[in-house]
């Protein structure tokens, strides 16, 4: 029996800005969210993702920050 490969990859990359309606603040707040799924088998398959934070907190003195992650799904 020959063992078949199955590699099944999705991108999404997401733009989003953070809006506050109860007050002003300095500077605008974005978040870059980029991951992929790749699928191992027909029931498992790994997530890496990667976020990125401008201006946190919605001021410009803030750091930017750095979020990676590794989900792993299983469908049974």
């Known amino acids: 029996m020959q063992r078949q490969r199955f590699i099944d990859l999705e991108w999404v990359v997401y733009l ?12 605008n707040a974005y978040h870059i969210e980029a991951f992929y799924r790749y699928r191992l088998n027909d029931n498992i398959s790994g997530t890496p993702g990667f976020w990125v934070i401008l201006n946190p907190e919605n001021d410009s003195r803030n750091d930017t920050q750095y979020v990676g992650v590794i989900r792993t799904t299983f469908d049974f």
């Open 16 to 27: 989003r800005r953070a809006v506050r309606d109860v007050r002003q603040d300095r500077d």
